[in-house]
């Protein structure tokens, strides 16, 4: 299966100077670097756009020569009026997954408009990625009030939306604790985390996750270049896994969670 | 030689039942990355007693006297930080001339008074008078307080790094988890200040701006609570960024055997 990073992105950050690392090119390298073999990708700029559609293209354009190393997954805005076209280009270009960005958008995660873009994922076999947090809340931009993503609202969004497939990225444990002990199994079976906001050693809250939630529930993803891959890919090596586990987590869960032989692609 | 100058353990009084566990999983990970030396505190009792930022002076002895237990138990291996709550200047300057006294190695203040405080002056001035560095908690969010702790920022601490040029200061996690694009400008300016590459946040670009802002002269590596997201950006530096071998001796350990006179490898470590 190939590793599959499902928390990249490209682009500016409005907040930060990321520089080179906003490119393709950079992203590339690094994926080189550490034996990463796809990424999803979101395009950061989109996450203010009231109109995300020709940032979508962008992305589109950046990945169209490398897509068998650069998966788009556009950003959907559920208060575009004409939001559904914009998940119809998605599927029409084979994206994995589309991005919602609730706190940026200024939309209830699981409001009636989320849920509206969140039904139409599902009829075209779109998975939806959120985020918690995009930085730590600390260290954010005064002018960035986004807030963070709360565990009530995922669960609220998953139970709504019969069939939806969710990835989230950037959760600590308690936040994966109370959405995945808070649903059904069947309800839990429809989400995946990505384990770049896990603490590894000493405290080994993954190797705990795993334990108590079960392996099949994680997923690679590294937030990058927010952040860099390398936290990621060395929680992995420091922890104490099985390497069927280790495995399933670089690709395998997200391959069978997707019903996909490839590992997401 | 790889040398963690921040580094955390638990004890009994702490509040964990699994205290044994995770300082047993510090020096097992330590062992796989080849750490030489773990330079740690204990703070208090990790809230258990009384707040991790604010500790009772009791409670501040009780995290120490735990301290020097991990040190004993592991010579040449853990190296203790003294823990002092400057609110209780008399009680600090006894904890520093005891420990000091025992083989601790530094001074490590966290968050129970801001860095510029007259408070501190005394305890700057003890670490010159004992020739150890003081690590200083810091992160930068001056827009207002945050619940738990009186935390400092890197001008703050520069405030204090300027009226005691004869003490050296270690700057914690970049000043990470809170915004370190402030914090990197200011120490850059401050040698007598050195910084940390511990901590959970691993931003690419506050790890490009640490190696453009601060001489590598002035930096150190450490883990703090979480060891993986500290080995990351070893490694990132080394094998994204650029950074030439000698440059990067000098994180690893070099500079922290100046500033800690340290004698690692005792007792068969």
Partial sequence: MPVTDVGAFLGAYPYRHLGSAASPEWLLAQMDRLGIDVAWVGYLPTILHSDPAPGNRELEKAVAQVRDRLEPVPTINPEQALWQEDVNAAALLRAPAIRLFPQYQGVATAGPESRAVAESCVKAGLAVVLSVRLEDLRQRHPLDRAGELEPHEVRALIRAVDGLRLVVTHADRTFIEEVHFGLTPEEADRVVWDISWLWGPPDDHLQHLVRTVGPERFVFGTGTPLRIPDATVVKLELSDLEPDTLAGIRGGHLGRWLGRRDGGR | ?269
């Fill in chain 2, 1 to 269: 030689m790889l040398i963690d100058v921040h580094a955390h353990f638990y004890t009994a009084v702490s509040g964990r039942w699994d205290w044994r566990e995770r300082d047993a999983r510090r020096l097992e990970v330590g062992g796989r990355l080849g750490i030489t030396a773990h330079i740690a505190s204990v703070l208090g009792t990790w809230g258990r007693l009384s707040p991790t930022y604010f500790p009772a002076p009791d409670h501040v002895t009780l995290g120490n006297a735990a301290m020097l237990e991990v040190q004993r138990a592991h010579p040449g291996l853990v190296f203790g930080y003294c823990t002092v709550n400057p609110n209780y200047g008399k009680h600090a300057l006894e904890e520093i001339d005891r420990w000091l006294g025992e083989g601790m190695v530094g001074i490590k203040l966290a968050a129970s008074r801001r860095a510029s405080d007259p408070l501190l002056d005394p305890i700057a001035e003890a670490a010159a008078k004992h020739g150890v560095p003081i690590l200083h908690h810091v992160w930068q969010h001056r827009r207002r307080d945050w619940p738990g702790q009186e935390a400092s920022d890197a001008a703050e601490l520069a405030a204090l790094a300027v009226r005691h040029p004869r003490t050296k200061f270690i700057l914690a996690h970049i000043g990470g988890g809170g915004d370190w694009s402030h914090s990197l400008r200011v120490v850059r300016k401050t040698t007598n200040i050195w910084v940390d590459l511990s901590g959970s946040g691993v931003d690419v670009d506050m790890l490009h701006a640490v190696i453009g802002d601060v001489h590598p002269t002035r930096l150190v590596w450490g883990t703090d609570a979480t060891m993986c997201t500290g080995w990351a950006k070893l490694r990132y530096l080394e094998t994204a960024a650029g950074l030439a071998a000698d440059r990067l001796e000098l994180i690893r350990s070099d500079n922290a055997l100046e500033l800690f006179r340290l004698e690692v490898g005792h007792a068969g470590h």
